[in-house]
């Protein structure tokens, strides 16, 4: 395996597990998709429900 290939794999990998770990420490959710953010919004930008509620610590 090339050098860029191994580098671009590690890249990678780093960056869906950025992703996930800011997910997962969100202080925000929505009831109904259970996405996850950093601020609170009257509606859930990724379905449009009402349901935001603040994520619970304890998970």
Known sequence: MGFFKRVGRQVEQFTQTAKQTAE????????????????????????????????STEE
Do not use: I, K, L, M
Request: some cysteine.
């Open 24 to 55: 997962e420490n969100a202080a925000y959710r929505c009831q109904a998709c259970d996405a996850r953010f950093h601020t609170s919004h009257d509606q859930c930008p990724e379905c449009g429900a009402e349901t935001v509620v603040r994520a």
